[in-house]
């Protein structure tokens, strides 16, 4: 249930990723569900209470067609170290007590900086010229290898050559295309920098990249990028800018340098794809927040050094679910949220006892294991969210299927999914060697499959975008297992699918 300290009116002071303090407030409580706003408040120093009384409501007139800063926020998200409840004071007219929108804690004080950039330091003609693009149409936009048709209002792009844009395959890229997409405020792209960085550093309206197979060197430091996802074997330094708060490595060097401001302090930072192995890159021992996401192993020594680390979330996307070394987290006096994603292999005694421990929420887990839980935190001042737990009997024989998680959202739709995939599973394991007869019975297995999730979505809609990507994910990993190209594998799943 969600905490009974939290009341509807009641106001937190929020500690934000660019240093500052924001303030958010409490709308309505029901169930397992708390709806709150951000407060128009941004200062240097924490707030009192007298100081927030009257403040209106965050409005995001830089996006969202000027939506509240308003969400939902279910039970198992924390509350973030970063937060202090201060008191209460009366909710403004007008505001409702619910939210339609669902997101976790962080997601108000994220919008409190991003609406402060928007109002500070974007120049008024970037901002003159985002609004303009809403009603100017269709542009032709060429980066130098042809030109494309996209709308102006474009959000964004994907120039990695993956994507429907095309670059030059070397050479100079005409970055001023970026000029007729203005409100293009996310970009991926892959490979050697070509002019990226100064690109960015002069169109501080993109705020995120997606940069796959980085060069040794990366420097963003003069751009005003917010979010970074970095991936490359090749990258061994990378210079952040102080305006960044979200951070994505995935299959780095180890030895990959990160110069961030105040070691990382303000930066979330996400290790996609960890595993046992999997180490904090030099520089950022000041990080408070880190996700970990990746295999069916994962090591807590990867977070040992981090002295400062108040929130730690792992997310295991195969089996086990196992956690090594977790004694290692004895050791970080401030750690103070805990959130594990389908540990299936986890036990009651996995985790050591830790005194600045708060919160623990665990999504995905054995049934066999939640008594002992529950009992090993009864009166001990955490506080444990528990869901989507399983009989063991029913995970040994499903802790392989990737659509387990969907007996969460509807025990019989799930249940269905599972069998579906079972069985293609079986099919395309039996698939003769002959190409000729192999390529027809894997089209019809896989065909088969997408039909199945197209009933069980039309008789118990459960198949949201979350669902959506992994039944994409599911059935490439299977058409790869039948040595279908991947072109063709994406198509087919396109064309067939409803959902």
């Given at each position: 249930?969600?905490?009974?300290?939290?009341?509807?009116?009641?106001?937190?002071?929020?500690?934000?990723?660019?240093?500052?303090?924001?303030?958010?407030?409490?709308?309505?409580?029901?169930?397992?569900?708390?709806?709150?706003?951000?407060?128009?408040?941004?200062?240097?120093?924490?707030?009192?209470?007298?100081?927030?009384?009257?403040?209106?409501?965050?409005?995001?007139?830089?996006?969202?067609?000027?939506?509240?800063?308003?969400?939902?926020?279910?039970?198992?998200?924390?509350?973030?170290?970063?937060?202090?409840?201060?008191?209460?004071?009366?909710?403004?007219?007008?505001?409702?007590?619910?939210?339609?929108?669902?997101?976790?804690?962080?997601?108000?004080?994220?919008?409190?900086?991003?609406?402060?950039?928007?109002?500070?330091?974007?120049?008024?003609?970037?901002?003159?010229?985002?609004?303009?693009?809403?009603?100017?149409?269709?542009?032709?936009?060429?980066?130098?290898?042809?030109?494309?048709?996209?709308?102006?209002?474009?959000?964004?792009?994907?120039?990695?050559?993956?994507?429907?844009?095309?670059?030059?395959?070397?050479?100079?890229?005409?970055?001023?295309?970026?000029?007729?997409?203005?409100?293009?405020?996310?970009?991926?792209?892959?490979?050697?920098?070509?002019?990226?960085?100064?690109?960015?550093?002069?169109?501080?309206?993109?705020?995120?990249?997606?940069?796959?197979?980085?060069?040794?060197?990366?420097?963003?430091?003069?751009?005003?990028?917010?979010?970074?996802?970095?991936?490359?074997?090749?990258?061994?330094?990378?210079?952040?800018?102080?305006?960044?708060?979200?951070?994505?490595?995935?299959?780095?060097?180890?030895?990959?340098?990160?110069?961030?401001?105040?070691?990382?302090?303000?930066?979330?930072?996400?290790?996609?794809?960890?595993?046992?192995?999997?180490?904090?890159?030099?520089?950022?021992?000041?990080?408070?927040?880190?996700?970990?996401?990746?295999?069916?192993?994962?090591?807590?020594?990867?977070?040992?050094?981090?002295?400062?680390?108040?929130?730690?979330?792992?997310?295991?996307?195969?089996?086990?679910?196992?956690?090594?070394?977790?004694?290692?987290?004895?050791?970080?006096?401030?750690?103070?949220?805990?959130?594990?994603?389908?540990?299936?292999?986890?036990?009651?005694?996995?985790?050591?006892?830790?005194?600045?421990?708060?919160?623990?929420?665990?999504?995905?887990?054995?049934?066999?294991?939640?008594?002992?839980?529950?009992?090993?935190?009864?009166?001990?001042?955490?506080?444990?969210?528990?869901?989507?737990?399983?009989?063991?009997?029913?995970?040994?024989?499903?802790?392989?299927?990737?659509?387990?998680?969907?007996?969460?959202?509807?025990?019989?739709?799930?249940?269905?999914?599972?069998?579906?995939?079972?069985?293609?599973?079986?099919?395309?394991?039996?698939?003769?060697?002959?190409?000729?007869?192999?390529?027809?019975?894997a089209e019809a297995a896989l065909r088969k499959l997408v039909e199945a999730l197209n009933g069980i979505d039309q008789k118990y809609e459960i198949i949201d975008t979350l669902r959506r990507e992994e039944a994409f994910d599911a059935f490439m990993e299977l058409a790869a297992r039948a040595e279908v190209p991947v072109n063709l594998a994406d198509q087919w799943?396109?064309?067939?699918?409803?959902?």
């Amino acid at each position: 249930m969600v905490d009974r300290a939290v009341r509807p009116g009641d106001v937190a002071v929020m500690r934000l990723s660019d240093g500052g303090f924001g303030a958010c407030q409490v709308t309505g409580v029901e169930g397992r569900v708390t709806s709150a706003y951000a407060l128009r408040w941004h200062s240097v120093a924490r707030p009192s209470l007298d100081e927030l009384r009257g403040v209106e409501p965050l409005t995001l007139d830089h996006a969202h067609g000027g939506r509240l800063a308003h969400l939902s926020i279910g039970s198992w998200h924390a509350v973030p170290p970063g937060y202090t409840w201060i008191g209460s004071l009366p909710v403004p007219e007008g505001v409702p007590a619910l939210s339609n929108t669902y997101s976790g804690w962080q997601s108000l004080a994220d919008d409190v900086v991003r609406q402060r950039r928007w109002d500070r330091e974007l120049p008024a003609a970037v901002k003159a010229a985002y609004r303009a693009a809403a009603t100017r149409g269709q542009v032709d936009v060429d980066f130098g290898a042809g030109a494309a048709t996209l709308g102006a209002a474009t959000p964004r792009l994907d120039l990695s050559g993956a994507g429907s844009m095309r670059v030059p395959t070397s050479g100079s890229v005409r970055w001023s295309a970026l000029d007729q997409l203005p409100r293009c405020t996310a970009l991926t792209w892959a490979g050697p920098d070509r002019g990226l960085a100064r690109a960015l550093a002069d169109r501080p309206v993109v705020s995120s990249l997606t940069w796959r197979e980085a060069p040794p060197v990366v420097d963003l430091a003069d751009t005003g990028l917010q979010h970074l996802s970095l991936a490359g074997a090749d990258v061994r330094e990378v210079r952040l800018p102080r305006g960044l708060h979200g951070l994505e490595l995935a299959a780095v060097d180890p030895g990959l340098a990160v110069y961030a401001a105040d070691g990382g302090r303000w930066l979330h930072l996400v290790l996609t794809g960890a595993d046992a192995e999997t180490t904090v890159s030099a520089g950022l021992h000041g990080v408070r927040e880190v996700a970990m996401d990746g295999g069916g192993t994962m090591s807590a020594t990867a977070v040992r050094e981090l002295k400062e680390l108040e929130s730690l979330r792992i997310y295991w996307r195969k089996p086990p679910g196992q956690l090594i070394d977790a004694a290692a987290l004895a050791g970080l006096t401030h750690l103070a949220v805990i959130e594990l994603v389908d540990g299936y292999g986890l036990d009651a005694d996995t985790l050591p006892d830790m005194t600045s421990l708060t919160q623990l929420s665990i999504s995905g887990l054995r049934r066999s294991i939640v008594s002992a839980l529950k009992a090993r935190y009864r009166g001990t001042g955490v506080r444990l969210v528990i869901e989507g737990a399983k009989p063991d009997t029913w995970l040994a024989a499903n802790l392989n299927n990737p659509f387990r998680d969907w007996v969460d959202d509807d025990a019989r739709g799930g249940a269905a999914a599972c069998k579906a995939y079972a069985s293609a599973v079986r099919t395309i394991d039996k698939l003769p060697q002959d190409r000729g007869g192999r390529a027809d019975e894997a089209e019809a297995a896989l065909r088969k499959l997408v039909e199945a999730l197209n009933g069980i979505d039309q008789k118990y809609e459960i198949i949201d975008t979350l669902r959506r990507e992994e039944a994409f994910d599911a059935f490439m990993e299977l058409a790869a297992r039948a040595e279908v190209p991947v072109n063709l594998a994406d198509q087919w799943f396109d064309d067939w699918r409803d959902f």
